[in-house]
T-cell receptor, first 110, second 115 residues
Framework: DAKTTQPTSMDCAEGRAANLPCNHS???????VYWYRQIHSQGPQYIIH???NNETNEMASLIITEDRKSSTLILPHATLRDTAVYYC???????????FGAGTRLAVHP | GAGVSQSPRYKVAKRGQDVALRCDPI?????LFWYQQALGQGPEFLTY????????KSGLPSDRFFAERPEGSVSTLKIQRTQQEDSAVYLC?????????????FGPGTRLTVT
């Protein structure tokens, strides 16, 4: 199964950028990197995905290295509501079965 | 619009009881997934439906677990003769299509506690 490596936990001050790294050295050329987050007592929420190019949407930016072995999710101005567990995933199987790891627990503090 | 809903949100069952967990996906979504999330862990895949067809049930932990989606919309996850190790949050997710790059929309989950 697909494997990613993420830090167990990170802290960020409110209003600052949160940069969450992910290693995915075994990713295949046609596999996308997805990021989801899970706020306490809620289901996971999709954030962003990418293949080779950097991506940006209203929630975050995704930077993927040229060799595709790692990526960084950037929350440009973290708020207290961004406190959550963040999962980096690359999908396995043609129908997007998600293989979650342990994720990174991000704590945003005032 | 309406998201994925699940019911009940909380369920307490005595060991040995049967339970049924319901998922209402987003209307028109072809794909439906069930995941199990133990305390402090990431969700783990259980099973996948494309419309009414169950195409992957490789994650179901035992033959006590059964899922169905008879009309290609609402799905039910049934657990027979519940055991304490079945205590977890059960998450349902739906996706617009079965191929391509489509995000999954998750429901709030059903927290099952087996006593």
């Amino acid at each position: 199964d697909a494997k990613t490596t993420q830090p167990t936990s990170m802290d960020c001050a409110e209003g600052r950028a949160a940069n969450l790294p992910c290693n995915h050295s075994t990713i295949s050329g046609n596999e996308y990197v997805y990021w989801y987050r899970q706020i306490h007592s809620q289901g996971p929420q999709y954030i962003i995905h990418g293949l080779k190019n950097n991506e940006t949407n209203e929630m975050a930016s995704l930077i993927i290295t040229e060799d595709r072995k790692s990526s960084t999710l950037i929350l440009p101005h973290a708020t207290l509501r961004d406190t959550a567990v963040y999962y980096c995933i690359f999908y396995s199987g043609g129908y997007n079965k998600l293989i979650f790891g342990a994720g990174t627990r991000l704590a945003v503090h005032p | 619009g309406a998201g994925v809903s699940q019911s009940p949100r909380y369920k307490v069952a005595k060991r040995g009881q049967d339970v049924a967990l319901r998922c209402d996906p987003i209307s028109g979504h072809v794909s439906l997934f069930w995941y199990q999330q133990a305390l402090g862990q990431g969700p783990e895949f259980l099973t996948y439906f494309q419309n009414e067809a169950q195409l992957d049930k490789s994650g179901l932990p035992s033959d006590r677990f059964f899922a169905e989606r008879p009309e290609g919309s609402v799905s039910t996850l049934k657990i027979q003769r519940t055991q304490q190790e079945d205590s977890a949050v059960y998450l349902c997710a739906s996706s617009f299509s079965s191929g391509g790059v489509y995000e999954q929309y998750f429901g709030p989950g059903t927290r099952l506690t087996v006593t």
